[in-house]
């Protein structure tokens, strides 16, 4: 069934069961399309392939160091290369998303994702480490047009009242992938001495995640749609209404930088989830240096890390769309990260396998969980900008905080060690967490969401007291069914705004 967003004004069509129709709907109907958990569905499988091809030389840096002959450095450069191809290319790619749509941006993120892994095929004898990184480099192009994406979609494709759980398990393909990307390459390429039964494994690999970016490719050119044929919110319905002439992609950046809550966001999201960057990439150093020949269990402490996330990401979307009380939940799953990675820091070394993996699994449940948080926070933030540009904003903080602590926390870890390189991500959690105590709750898409259902009900009320064909019992029953719904928002978005 289609399900009817919010109460429609009197001699607007109701929506018709059965699913999509052709065409845009009347002015002020919103609606939500079935068709909107496929899309979401496939995004988050072709986000997942690509993360996925991100961390599959971290989660196994020793084997591709021996396999290629070269540095720790150099297979770091690999992870790295997503977040340094990101930086220059976001803005050309945000008013690609602006300027001609979702569709063109997902057909080019999956075609780039499925041919950087078929170059990587090219890559199989230990002397042929340039293409290799050249299917890596192209890799990173696609993650430019699909990093930014979740709230977008979300937000398009999806009603109020579904938009961050939606956010949130757009964002689990990326995660999944990443999970999978710690799991599968350990078991697919074992540390094996004989180079030629190395290379047969590691061609086993590529050609598996070749053929799934393929097929995801060809998927997404058969379902994949540019916008729903109706609005799914009051807001979205209201951003499709204003004329394009009015929009300026610059002066939306120049707006967005001026806006001092985003600004502190960006900051912070950038210092979180850079140091779940740097700390994804060097994972297998870390467990490998106490742990030696554990690359296995490397990689499930990995997925460990990421699951968790995964749940904690889930049950913050399902909390947000409940409560809307997104500066307090971020600022909570932010000191918890922090925690998180202090325990995490001081037990790695205690020489238990099991406590490693408890408190991997706690600080992954809220360093990763707070991913959504961050995108969704920043849709409230500066509606009625572009998701995809505000996305891309925080993302750009992202890599660049990735790279240096990438960087740093590698060369503190090779003269000092792996607990002195965690307290150095500690000091930069602590930093974010104090500057997220900052950031003023001005919740914009939420309070125009609250205002035209305010005006709807409005509308209602005054229609139906008008019509004098219309008994007496029957207004009674419709003005509480109104006053109900009105009472819903007093509870569950109001509050937010106080």
Request: hydrophobic share 50%; proline share 4%; aromatic share 12%.
């Amino acid at each position: 069934m289609v399900r009817q967003e919010s109460l429609q004004a009197p001699g607007v069509a109701a929506a018709e069961p059965g699913g999509d129709e052709q065409g845009q709907g009347a002015a002020g109907e919103v609606r939500v399309s079935r068709r909107r958990w496929a899309v979401l569905l496939l995004f988050s499988s072709y986000s997942l392939c690509n993360a996925f091809q991100w961390i599959q030389y971290g989660s196994i840096n020793n084997v591709f160091m021996r396999f290629y002959g070269v540095s720790a450095f150099a297979i770091d450069w690999l992870s790295m290369s997503y977040m340094l191809t990101y930086i220059p290319l976001l803005f050309p790619v945000a008013w690609l998303l602006d300027k001609r749509g979702l569709r063109l941006i997902a057909l080019t993120g999956s075609a780039l994702n499925a041919l950087g892994a078929w170059v990587k095929l090219g890559s199989l004898r230990p002397h042929l480490f340039p293409v290799t990184v050249l299917g890596q480099v192209i890799c990173s192009l696609a993650q430019v047009f699909i990093l930014g994406m979740p709230s977008y979609i979300a937000s398009v494709w999806f009603g109020s009242r579904e938009v961050s759980t939606a956010c949130s398990i757009a964002v689990f393909g990326n995660q999944l992938g990443i999970a999978l990307g710690f799991l599968v390459p350990p078991v697919l390429v074992p540390n094996v001495e004989d180079v030629e039964k190395l290379a047969y494994h590691i061609s086993i690999m590529f050609f598996m995640t070749a053929g799934v970016a393929t097929a995801l490719f060809i998927l997404v050119v058969i379902v994949f749609k540019e916008k729903p044929p109706y609005p799914p919110s009051q807001a979205q319905a209201l951003i499709q209404s204003r004329p394009t002439v009015e929009y300026s992609y610059v002066q939306s950046i120049l707006r967005l930088l001026r806006n001092t809550n985003f600004v502190l966001l960006m900051v912070t999201y950038g210092l979180n989830t850079g140091c779940f960057y740097s700390l994804s990439t060097l994972l297998n150093r870390m467990v490998i240096h106490h742990y030696p020949g554990k690359e296995v269990n490397a990689g499930r402490i990995g997925l460990t890390i990421v699951l968790s996330g995964m749940a904690g990401a889930l049950l913050s979307g399902l909390w947000l769309d409940r409560t809307k009380t997104y500066k307090q939940t971020t600022l909570v799953v932010y000191i918890m990260s922090l925690v998180g990675m202090i325990v995490y820091t001081f037990t790695l070394s205690l020489g238990h396998l099991w406590v490693v993996f408890v408190t991997a699994g706690v600080l992954g449940f809220f360093m990763t969980g707070y991913l959504p948080l961050g995108f969704e926070f920043a849709a409230e933030l500066t509606y009625p900008e572009s998701e995809g540009t505000s996305s891309g904003l925080l993302n750009v903080s992202a890599q660049i905080f990735g790279i240096a602590f990438t960087i740093s926390q590698g060369q503190i870890m090779d003269h000092y060690g792996t607990k002195a390189g965690n307290l150095f991500l500690c000091s930069f959690l602590l930093l974010g967490t104090i500057m997220t105590a900052f950031i003023k709750a001005d919740l914009q898409r939420q309070q125009a969401n609250a205002e035209n259902e305010c005006t709807d009900v409005s509308r209602a009320i005054h229609s139906m007291f008008m019509k004098p064909s219309t008994t007496m019992t029957t207004k009674v029953h419709k003005l509480c069914s109104l006053l109900a719904q009105v009472s819903s928002f007093q509870t569950t978005v109001l509050p937010s705004f106080r």
